[in-house]
């Protein structure tokens, strides 16, 4: 890509990273969707912007937001938890996506669970795994 292609895209990429930059700083769970996009996005045209490990943590965590904020939309989080297992080759990024998925799908059961994990702050659900 040429030099002056780059420059035209830079103003909407800087406009993109401070609304993201902001969903992240307010904890706008309803967003993180779009933030797990633009991870993705950045990840694959970057690969050596962070680690398969880091990257697919990352996305996990930001999936168990999602997932926990809106356990009716099961089928949307089962096919993220499974793209980011695929896409990973740790296996420690495996095993989280292993327990998302049997999360996901207890969650559907009981959707109270899914708002007392919430409060309780679910994104430490793979840290604790480990």
């Known amino acids: 890509m040429k030099a002056s292609s780059l420059r035209l895209l830079l ?11 902001q969903v992240v700083q307010q904890q706008s769970v309803k ?3 779009m933030l797990e996009e633009l991870v993705s996005l950045v990840t694959e ?11 697919g943590l990352l996305l996990l965590a930001l ?5 926990l904020s809106d356990p ?10 499974h793209s980011v297992s695929e896409a990973s080759q740790d296996e420690d990024v495996t095993e ?6 049997n999360l996901t799908n ?8 899914s708002r007392r ?3 309780v702050g679910g994104s430490n659900i793979c840290l604790q795994h480990h």
């Open 106 to 113: 207890k969650l559907t059961e009981t959707p109270a669970d």
């Open 117 to 119: 994990l919430l409060q």
């Open 31 to 33: 967003h993180y969707g």
């Open 96 to 101: 989280c996506c292993s327990a998302l998925l």
């Open 11 to 21: 103003p909407p990429l800087r406009l993109l990273t401070a609304a993201m930059w």
């Open 45 to 55: 045209a970057v690969p050596q912007l962070l680690t398969d490990r880091q990257r």
């Open 72 to 81: 009716a939309d099961d089928q949307a989080h089962l096919e993220r938890i």
């Open 63 to 67: 999936r168990v937001k999602v997932t």
